[in-house]
């Protein structure tokens, strides 16, 4: 199944959060990183089936743009079938880490 790899990133850690637990609730989908950008905005990231990634997405987009935290979405991007380097050089492979919660 052709997988995908979807980022957020948002100003505020509320914000980030609202936008990975709407992701991860909205499909089957894997979080493989989070960390902070720069001057108080968050990445996260996640992976799954490329159909899941787009609907999880939409879901944290949503939650992002819902949001009473007065958080904001700054970017946000869909790789649909990643290329193997990418996934060799971006932190965004399945690790031990994540190995247990992966869908």
Same mark, same amino acid.
């Given at each position: 199944?052709?997988?995908?790899?979807?980022?957020?990133?948002? !100003?505020?850690?509320?914000?980030? $959060? %609202? #936008?990975?637990?709407?992701?991860?609730? @909205? =499909?089957?989908?894997?979080?493989? *990183?989070?960390?902070?950008?720069?001057?108080?905005?968050?990445?996260?990231?996640?992976?799954?089936?490329?159909?899941?990634?787009? !609907?999880?997405?939409?879901?944290? $987009? %949503? #939650?992002?743009?819902?949001?009473?935290? @007065? =958080?904001?979405?700054?970017?946000? *991007?869909?790789?649909?079938?990643?290329?193997?380097?990418?996934?060799?050089?971006?932190?965004?492979?399945?690790?031990?880490?994540?190995?247990?919660?992966?869908?």
């Amino acid at each position: 199944m052709p997988q995908a790899v979807g980022v957020i990133q948002t !100003l505020g850690f509320p914000s980030v $959060l %609202a #936008a990975a637990d709407a992701m991860l609730k @909205g =499909g089957r989908v894997t979080l493989v *990183y989070y960390d902070l950008a720069e001057r108080g905005n968050f990445v996260v990231a996640i992976r799954g089936p490329v159909s899941e990634v787009n !609907l999880s997405m939409k879901m944290g $987009l %949503a #939650a992002v743009n819902e949001s009473v935290m @007065g =958080g904001e979405i700054v970017s946000h *991007y869909i790789v649909p079938n990643p290329p193997e380097n990418v996934l060799a050089v971006l932190p965004v492979e399945y690790t031990e880490k994540v190995a247990r919660f992966r869908t």
